[in-house]
């Protein structure tokens, strides 16, 4: 009990000092990746995704249902160059800053 008051107090100063934990939407790319339902291979996929952003440090959030992995992630500037890096699967679609791929395992 204690741990859970430590990060809401934590939390709240981080706030009142002008932190945030929200994405910069300038910076953040949505992926829908379809054909992923396996936990191994989205650990996967996650992993190789924080080492695709801008920079040093990243935030990422991300839900699965069934087949199909969402994934937040910032900061990436350049949506085109970024979903040229992916190798995991094939890009299908690239709308504003959403890439839509569907996963497929390395042969």
């Known amino acids: 009990m204690k741990f859970a008051s430590r990060l809401v107090c934590l939390l709240s100063l981080a706030t009142f000092i002008g932190c945030s934990f929200e994405m910069d939407p300038a910076t953040t790319v949505k992926l829908e990746i379809t054909g992923i339902s396996q936990a191994d291979d989205r650990e996967a996929v996650s992993d190789q995704l924080k080492n695709m952003t801008d920079g040093s440090s990243h935030m990422m959030t991300s839900t699965y249902s069934g087949d199909k992995l969402t994934v937040q992630l910032s900061p990436v500037s350049d ?16 709308k504003d800053r959403t890439v839509k791929i569907v996963y497929s395992t390395k042969e």
Not at 79 to 94: H, L, R, Y
């Open 79 to 94: 949506v085109d160059a970024f979903s040229k890096k992916i190798n995991f699967g094939t890009v299908t679609e690239i």
